[in-house]
């Protein structure tokens, strides 16, 4: 009994360091992309950096304004939430309570397949396949356009969404299944009024990490969207991201220069973007429970 104590006083212990830890070392990211990109500020001030419609880091003088690549990183994130949740939400649906047990297991095996897949082979098969089927349809001049951005990133967040949300669906208390019906409602009423609702916390938490996932993809976007540091006014148009602007530049510069520091400033927002989309989940989350 003795042991058995010793025991779980440890694992209390190791789980309790564990969540210290993760905590401990997202400040020290923090801390680290302050330390790196707050010097920027000294030189340019904040709202030129965050509004201004010019990026040209290597020009003279140099220009830091990153408003085109928010602005592009909305645009994509955006084309790819409004493509990949609706038929994530309705594909873990199918699947959890819809589809025959043999069709399940094969079709659950695929999406875990799909979420295997690296993101560079993603990108590639949408550069040589997408965008010259976006080209041709729209008859443009280039199909890497936030259009194919948008596609690309759907394709590779529904994985993520369906998986969740079906094992959130799955996980709903079969009494409440068997509790509409036998109040006469129909099995899709049974569906969507109450296992889908049941499920909210879930699927809310599916559709957050798909969302992160889009936000913090890099290489597939950089390879789909064109990499134009502009201003879209159109999804059809080429665009650059946050995150392809990081990966893209981060090489060239001189370390400690203001270019640098530019970039660490752009992990700055994507960090404080990444926290405030968590934050409203976790918001939303809590009333739910409530």
Request: aromatic fraction near 8%.
């Amino acid at each position: 009994m003795q042991i058995r104590k010793i025991k779980e006083f440890f694992i209390e212990r190791m789980i309790f360091l564990s969540g210290i830890m993760s905590i401990v070392i997202v400040a020290l990211i923090f801390a680290f992309l302050l330390k790196e990109g707050l010097s920027i500020f000294w030189r340019v001030p904040i709202s030129d950096f965050l509004f201004a419609r010019n990026w040209y880091p290597i020009s003279d003088p140099p220009q830091f304004g990153i408003l085109p690549l928010i602005i592009g990183s909305i645009l994509v994130t955006a084309g790819a939430g409004i493509i990949s949740i609706p038929i994530g939400i309705a594909s873990a649906l199918f699947i959890a309570e819809i589809a025959p047990r043999k069709t399940k297991e094969v079709l659950k095996a695929g999406i875990e397949l799909l979420a295997a897949i690296p993101s560079v082979v993603i990108g590639f098969i949408g550069m040589v396949t997408l965008g010259p089927f976006i080209k041709d349809l729209f008859n443009l001049s280039t199909g890497l356009t936030a259009l194919s951005g948008s596609i690309t990133l759907a394709f590779m967040a529904m994985p993520t969404i369906v998986s969740i949300a079906e094992d959130a669906i799955t996980a709903v208390p079969r009494q409440y299944r068997e509790a509409a019906i036998a109040m006469g409602a129909t099995k899709w009423q049974t569906t969507w009024r109450i296992v889908a609702y049941a499920a909210r916390p879930g699927m809310v938490a599916a559709v957050m990490l798909g969302i992160g996932r889009v936000i913090g993809e890099t290489m597939a976007v950089m390879m789909v969207t064109g990499n134009a540091a502009l201003i879209p006014h159109s999804i059809l148009q080429p665009v650059r991201t946050l995150t392809a602007t990081v990966a893209a530049e981060m090489g060239e510069t001189v370390q400690g220069g203001e270019h640098y520091a530019a970039l660490f400033a752009i992990g700055i927002v994507l960090f404080i973007i990444t926290f405030i989309i968590n934050g409203v989940a976790d918001i939303y989350l809590h009333k739910v429970k409530k």
